[in-house]
C-alpha cells in the first residue's frame, strides 16, 4: 500500500515512480527477522537453563 501511494505521489509530482520492490528484498527480509528471533530466543531459554522455576515461583 505505501509503496503504490509512494509511486502515485512521486508520479503526480515528478513524473517517475521512485518506489520499487524487489523479490530478493521480502526473502532478505524474512531471513534476517527469523535469525533475529533466533539469537533473541537463546537469551530465555539460557536464563531457564539457569534459573529453577520452582524457586522463583515461590519467592
Known amino acids: 500500500m505505501g509503496i503504490v501511494l509512494t509511486n502515485a ?3 503526480h509530482l515528478l513524473g517517475v ?3 520499487v520492490v524487489d523479490g530478493r ?3 532478505v527480509g524474512l531471513a534476517v527477522s527469523v535469525l533475529i528471533g533466533l539469537v533473541a530466543a ?3 531459554l539460557w536464563l531457564t ?4 522455576i520452582v ?3 515461590n519467592a
Not at 537453563?49 to 529453577?52: Q, S
Open 49 to 52: 537453563r539457569r534459573t529453577r
Open 25 to 27: 528484498l521480502l526473502a
Open 9 to 11: 505521489a512521486t508520479r
Open 17 to 19: 515512480a521512485v518506489a
Open 42 to 44: 537463546a537469551y530465555p
Open 55 to 57: 524457586e522463583v515461583l
